[in-house]
Each structure stands twice: as C-alpha cells, then as structure tokens.
C-alpha cells in the first residue's frame, strides 16, 4: 500500500507527464478539420486529468486529518533507521501476500498517445461537427403554433430572430420546451465541436448579462417585463379610414383580420363578421379600456391584471425571455458553424439528384482522408463561388445558373442578390418583407418583381383602387343568343326560362 509521499510524487509525476503529452500534440501540424478536432478532444481529457490529480493533491496537502503529518513526523523521528527497516518490512510482507498488487501495465508511448482519435458521436448531417442538424427542430417549427411555414435555409438564418412571433405564442409551454430543446442541442454540439472551450463560464455570463438588462427593461421586446402587449407588433391596418365594421370585413380578407388581432394580443376567433367588429371597436380605443375578455392568456395589458397575475405573469414572460437569450447567446458562439450550415443547405439546392448520390458515395472516403485541403489557397481569379467539395465551381454551371447576374432591390436597401433564383427567393425572406412593411404595402403575389419603392406604392394605390369596385355578375356579366343578340346574365336567364331564347 502507498504511503501518502509516494502518492503525492506518483501525482506530480502523472501531472508533468501529461503536460509533456499536451505540448507534444500542439507542436503536430494541424492540417484537416477532422484533425483539429480530434486534438482538441485529446486535449481535453489530458486537462481533465490533471484537474483529477491537482484535486487528490489538494486533499493531501490541506492533510484535514493529520495523516501527511504524522507520516513525516515517523519518518524525520529520533529513530530513523528503526522506522526505516520497520517500513521495509512492512512493505516486503505486504507483497508476500499480495505479489500481483500494485502492478501496472506500460503505458503507451507518447508518439501514439498523440495519435489517438477519440470516438465522437456526430449524426450524417453534422459532417463532423462541421455543421448543425437542425432538421428535427425545423419541423417541429414549422408544424407547431407558435411558427410559420419556411423554407429550411431560411429557419437557419432566422434562427435567433423571435420578435415575428407574437407573444401570447411565446408564453406557451410548448414554445418554451422548444427552445429548451434547441438550446440542450446546442450546447451539446458546442462541448462536442469546440471541447477547450470552457462553456459554463460563458453561459453563466450570458446569464448575468441578461439579468442586468431585464432589470434594466433593455431586453429587446421584452421590455415590458411580460407584462402586457407593448411589446406586441402594431396594426397593420389603418382604423381611421373605415367608417364601419361592415366596411371593414368587405375590404381586408380574413388572414388579415386574424393578422392584425393576433398583433394587438386579441382573441381571434369567431367568424370573419366577429373579427372586423373586435377590431374596429379598437379604433380610437387604448387596448387597456377594452374588456379583459377579449385577449388571449398572456396578453392582457399590465392595468387590467391583478398584482398576482402580473407577478406570474412577469416570472413567465423572464423564463421564456432567459431561454431566448440562451438561445441567441449560442447562436453567436456558433456562428460559423452555422453561416457553414447556412452555405451546405444552399449548396445542396443547386445540386442535381445524380450530384447528391455522388457525394454520398464519396463522402466515406472523404471522412476516412486526413489530407483535407480546406487550408491550401485556392486560386479563384474569377471569385465564383465554392461546391460541396471546397474548390470554385465550373464557370460554366456558374453562367449557367445566371450567377454573374446582378439583381438589386431599393425595397431591401438596395441589397444585390446574385442568380435569379437567389432574386426570386429573396421576395419570400425576412428582409424584403421588412421593407414592404415599412411602406405599409401587403406582400402578395402582386408584388412579386417589384423592388422600387415608388412602383411599390403606385401599385399598391392601383390595387386599393380596384378593390373598390365590386364586381357583379347578375349585371355586368354578358351573354350572346343564337341571333347574336347580348344580354346581361340575369336578363338572359329569365329570357330563357321563359322560352323565349
């Protein structure tokens, strides 16, 4: 049995050697992703392990029981030699007994212990920790109450951005699972691809952070706590020009009723004629004289609720607040990652089905190579843009899918998109639909291919203008008899039950 001196050398030997072992695998030349990470991994366990034995070293020297001390106290006495050859036979029968005790196998040479890959758990879609598999949480997104139906591309570039979802959706429980869930996966994608990064000092800041901006009301769409509709987007429609609700249900369709009461944190239920009669009773009403009936739970505004409520309401609305910011926190710790993510996704669209079976014939062989190029310069003269396998595309498929085409749009801020699928995508993104709010303009199929504001509003005044004449088929619907005569639909009809045509 060791002594406790031997244990304390035994530990700093165990630490120095693993120091040497990590030093020896930073001077190796890093030339694959798939390398960096497995270094990183190895790393990681060798500070580990140091952690362990620094931590069996402060238990020994802090000797809480007096052991370490007694033990030098036996040794440096009146009678060393006694105490020396009483030792010894103490040791020496100790392995009489137990001859195997004690015994350790070699340890590998430090050559190969840098050369260890560690098994790490990624799905296909990760690619090695190169991108993020967010597949699962997308369709629980798109499918759920609380989101909206989008392109895949365009969840991950929107990933953080929850200011479009109206808060009464917010301060469900299933929103709030959902960003648990996210931000487990996260973290876990974070501990798996970035190991020497130390994450809970970064959350816990991320935390500290927070909790002096709600304190602050400086949460960004948050800042009345959770309690209350301030935070909720505003009306889209214009009360003042209709006179009545009827005028109003004949003029705006239903989604747009629905819209606009989901905006203020109003019930929108009932029939389109019950929704234009809530909405316009809100014309020229603040929405805290309102009856407290009429708002979806969690959105009643702060003067009509009772401390309690508003307490509860407030400790719900900081739960759901803190997930967000957890969430938009890692977003921006994997950012890379997911600007990667973001990059492969568009890739793939542009890849035929042959290309995709192609790859995934290939891509066992790409894992397996270690000689991956992604850190040789590239020459690209032309600045095309990169396939799936790093290198520029063919300037072929590049004119072929009209990439050399310029496409700006002054709705957007005069952002230019490149292709005219990226331009024809971009009427459908966050941006675009941005600008068309600020100019107070719907953005329907008829304004599809329009990117100057001033065409924006012209068309939108021609469209108001047509929607003011109502069609009637009984009169303006036209009908021809056999002797060429013409007759409005209703004349037509009677003319010919009577038998007449």
Not at 107 to 132: A, C, M, T, W
Not at 387 to 405: A, E, F, M, R
Request: aromatic content about 8%.
């Amino acid at each position: 049995m060791a002594t406790l001196l031997e244990q304390t050398r035994a530990s700093h030997e165990e630490m120095e050697k693993l120091e040497r072992i990590v030093v020896k695998d930073f001077q190796q030349e890093i030339k694959s992703h798939k390398q960096r990470l497995f270094q990183g991994h190895r790393v990681s366990l060798r500070l580990d392990a140091v952690q362990t034995a620094a931590g069996k070293l402060q238990k020994i020297y802090d000797d809480k029981d007096n052991s370490r001390r007694d033990e030098i106290a036996a040794i440096g006495g009146q009678n060393v030699f006694s105490a020396f050859y009483e030792r010894l036979k103490e040791a020496r029968e100790y392995h009489r007994r137990f001859p195997t005790a004690g015994l350790t196998e070699v340890r590998d040479d430090p050559e190969d212990q840098v050369k260890e890959e560690p098994r790490i758990e990624f799905s296909g879609e990760e690619g090695v920790g190169r991108y993020l598999d967010l597949h699962l949480f997308y369709h629980e997104f798109v499918n759920s109450s609380f989101g909206r139906p989008m392109e895949y591309l365009e969840y991950i570039q929107q990933l953080d951005e929850f200011s479009n979802i109206p808060r009464q959706h917010r301060m469900t429980k299933a929103y709030s699972e959902y960003l648990e869930k996210v931000c487990e996966y996260m973290k876990g994608f974070h501990e798996r691809t970035l190991p020497l990064t130390y994450l809970p000092a970064i959350l816990e800041k991320m935390d500290s952070e927070f909790e002096e901006a709600w304190e602050g009301q400086q949460v960004p769409g948050w800042e009345d706590k959770g309690c209350g509709v301030e935070g909720h987007v505003d009306s889209t429609v214009d009360l003042e020009g209709y006179e009545s609700a009827q005028q109003l249900l004949d003029t705006i369709d239903a989604d747009s009723l629905k819209s606009t009461l989901t905006s203020l944190g109003l019930k929108c239920g009932g029939t389109p004629q019950q929704r234009a009669e809530r909405l316009f009773a809100t014309k020229g009403v603040p929405l805290e004289s309102l009856p407290k009936k009429w708002f979806v739970s969690g959105a009643v505004p702060a003067s009509l609720a009772t401390e309690e409520q508003a307490q509860k309401q407030q400790a719900k609305g900081k739960q759901v607040a803190l997930l967000e910011a957890r969430v938009s926190g890692m977003v921006g710790q994997l950012a890379e990652a997911i600007r990667n993510t973001a990059d492969n996704v568009e890739k793939k669209l542009v890849r035929t089905t042959e290309e995709r079976i192609e790859e995934l014939e290939e891509e066992d062989d790409v894992m397996e190579n270690d000689s991956d190029e992604e850190d040789e310069i590239i020459y690209n003269p032309l600045k095309l843009p990169l396939g799936w396998d790093g290198k520029p595309i063919p300037y072929w498929l590049y004119k072929l899918h009209g990439l050399n085409q310029e496409f700006k749009c002054e709705i957007c801020g005069n952002e230019s998109y490149w292709g005219r699928r990226a331009y024809e995508r971009h009427f459908r993104e966050a941006r675009h639909q941005h600008g068309m709010r600020c100019l107070k303009v719907p953005n329907t199929k008829a304004f599809l291919e329009v990117t100057k504001i001033e065409d924006a509003v012209a068309l939108a005044k021609h469209v108001d203008d047509i929607k003011e004449f109502t069609w009637n088929p009984e009169e303006q619907e036209e009908h021809e008899d056999q002797d060429g005569n013409v007759y409005s639909k209703k004349t037509f009809q009677d003319l010919r039950r009577q038998g007449l045509i």
